[in-house]
């Protein structure tokens, strides 16, 4: 006898079993895959070989909302960072770079296990309940609370920690960020920055980017807090936090066509305040200038800062507000340079610091058209007399640009850099060369001095790989050939 409705209880078992198998063997593959995973843990580092504790893999940093409070008297830092990142791969630990000491770190609003090893902090996100840590594309919104004093830091390079009374300036190369907020500290994963610094009344706090506001802090009586936020994602680097009393200017200018608002800031402790001020000010033309050979001006802020500390450097190129040495004040060759990095630096990023060439030797080059237009030597000119001179300037054909060592980080990118450039654009041709260095600087994010090696490749007509090679890797005098660029 047959029965339809035995008939669809045989199928209905079988569909179920069916099921059932499918879902056994899906968590047997699943299991299988966390068990013998293919992708490398996340680690300390992102693998320059340069810096190898610099930042930390697995993850791309979106943004950093810093908020900060500042005693002059005590030198202590204390505040809290918001650190949003998204995973690119299964996530368990989240490495960030921070030498100031943490009390708490939390996830999503929860409590999360952390450690911390000298620069290391990590975050662990397997140990937040309900997180999907282990999911690449997952946005992770993290907590640090922390404290300390700047002055005390040690670091493995140059200090980029300077006080004097009341004064405080945190801003260098190549690390920085770590003695004021928790990051990924390399500049292969640039972020947008929004930072609130409270100081007592009668200080300054500045930052990059656009001043946002500034008055009473309603929660730190007695102190006025400074806002200001970067919508262009910048190197941490690029970052800085000035502190101390300062003349602060704020003029119209117009970026990339649109009107915006320029904030210049010199130290009170320096003499000629005025003249300093007056020198910024130029940075609006420079930006003008620079504009007809790289492009509309890649950020929506402008300014520039002039301490009364001394750094050990000249110039760096902070986002929208690069910081000068006193000493400089009046080189208007120097804020050509510093804002040349707005774009190849600050917004074409470097994806290791053995390619600091993208940044120095174009910026440099850049300078040199800027200063040829305003009536000053040719590039052509200043190549040639640099070729003249090289042989008495101590190492100059010694260093190998593509690959010049941290000890050598910042030398000869600037001079023999700039001559590699001029040398490609005679060898290219002025309409194939000024399109190329215009499309390189209108890129954004990490690029390598291969990537731009390939590119100079394919945007010419003739073959300049020889070219390339003879002064990008070679370590004696380059002959003065056609081949290698030469008139």
Known sequence: MWSASHDTARWRAAEWFASLLAVVVGLALVVALVLTRTWAPSAAGVGDPYYPAAGGSGYDALSYTVDISYDPESGMLSGSTWVSLRAVQPLDVVHLDLLLRVSEVTVGGAPARFTQTGSDLAVRLATVAGLPANRAGAVVDLRVTYSGRPADLRFAGDDPVYGSGEELLICGEPESASAWFPSNDHPSDPATYDVTASVPAGLEAIAAGTLIGHGPDP??????????????????????????????????????????????????????????????????????????????????????????????????????????????????????????????????????????????????YAEWLVGADAGGATPQQRFDDLYRKADRLNGFWAQKLSDPGTRGLFTRVYDRGPMVVQALRVRMGDEAFSRFFREWADQTGPRSLAQWRQAAQQASPVDVQPLLAAWLDGTTKVPATAENGFR
């Open 219 to 364: 929660s730190r009586p007695g102190n006025d807090a400074w806002h200001w936020t970067t919508d262009t994602p910048a190197p941490t680097y690029a970052t800085m936090l000035a502190i101390g009393q300062y003349d602060v200017k704020t003029v119209p200018v117009v970026l990339a066509g649109v009107p915006r608002q320029a904030v210049y800031a010199v130290s009170e402790s320096l003499p000629h305040r005025d003249r300093a001020m007056a020198w910024l000010e130029h940075s609006g033309a420079a930006v003008t200038a620079l504009e007809s050979h790289l492009g509309p001006y890649p950020a929506t802020s402008l300014g520039g800062l002039v301490p009364g500390v001394e750094p050990a450097w000249g110039g760096l190129e902070v986002l929208g507000r690069p910081v000068y040495h006193r000493n400089l004040v009046g080189r208007d060759d120097v804020i050509e340079h510093e804002l040349a990095h707005q774009w190849v630096g600050d917004t074409v990023t470097l994806d290791r610091w053995q390619d600091i060439f993208c940044n120095e030797a174009l910026a440099s």
